[in-house]
């Protein structure tokens, strides 16, 4: 059974900092997802990429998070990891760590919570 786990959410002060990371297991080592990325929802809108590694390397920032967030991670151990810096109110949602190992095979995590007061 596949479980991808996030971890590293909680309340923080605008301009703060945190570390969201995203564990999965379940998948053979030997297989490599296509991508992995983090995702948000905020209460009444759609859920919406913010940042995506691409199995060969490539990464991609939606706009709004760009400067500010980093995605990392390792793709062969299918860990994912995003810093987040100068957060800002609007941040604010629950954050979902997804895992696309091909079209067929997608997998979300429960999400973590993440605030940031202003």
């Known amino acids: 059974q596949v479980q991808v786990v996030e971890s590293g959410g909680g309340l923080v002060q605008a301009g703060g900092s945190l570390r969201l990371s995203c564990t999965v297991s379940?998948?053979?080592?030997?297989?490599?997802?296509?991508?992995m990325a983090w995702f948000r929802q905020a209460p009444g809108k759609q859920r919406e990429l913010v940042a995506a590694?691409?199995?060969?390397?490539?990464?991609k920032y939606d706009d709004s998070v760009k400067d500010r967030f980093t995605i990392s991670g390792n793709i062969r151990k299918k860990e994912a990891y995003l810093e987040m810096n100068s957060l800002r109110p609007e941040d604010t949602a629950v954050y979902y760590c997804?895992?696309?190992?091909?079209?067929?095979?997608?997998?979300w995590g429960q999400g973590t919570q993440v605030t940031v007061s202003s």
């Open positions: 997804n895992v696309v190992m091909d079209p067929g095979r997608k997998y």
């Open positions: 379940g998948i053979s080592f030997s297989l490599l997802p296509m991508t």
């Open positions: 590694i691409y199995a060969g390397g490539q990464k």
